[in-house]
């Protein structure tokens, strides 16, 4: 059996991704991958997600340079979720967030006040790394 075979893909044929970062435990990201998608990150050992919105393959840092190099791939209990051990490389090593931050859960709900707020800092301006 292929090894791709074990993973649960939903009907669309996709498997939700998270990206952790190896050395903090951060986690940076959640998107999504098909088959060939997973694929290609085992084989070139960087990321490599199906974007959405785009309709194709997304290799993390197309556009902002912001890289994911891959050092282990996880599988959940259940076949359903993929974990990347990662690091974030790039021009500005440490952003994964397309808002130019470290992580894209940068907000945290304050109860007592009933909303998001913002708690991580921007690291670089979004305008400047997508042009």
């Not at 059996?1 to 044929?13: N, S």
């Not at 998001?116 to 921007?122: F, I, K, L, T």
Request: charged share 30%.
């Amino acid at each position: 059996m292929d090894w791709l075979d074990e993973v649960r893909w939903d009907a669309q044929g996709l498997v939700p991704v998270v990206a952790q970062e190896r050395d903090s435990g951060d986690v940076l990201m959640v998107a999504w991958m098909n088959r060939e998608a997973l694929a290609r990150t085992a084989e070139l050992g960087r990321a490599v997600y199906w974007s959405r919105s785009r309709g194709r393959l997304w290799f993390k840092g197309e556009e902002s340079g912001h890289v994911q190099q891959v050092h282990e791939i996880r599988l959940d209990c259940d076949g359903d979720v993929v974990l990347l051990k990662v690091t974030q490389l790039g021009h500005e090593p440490g952003i994964a967030c397309h808002t130019g931050r470290h992580s894209c859960f940068f907000q945290r709900l304050d109860v007592a006040a009933g909303r998001w707020e913002a708690v991580e800092p921007v690291l670089k301006d979004p305008e400047t790394i997508y042009r």
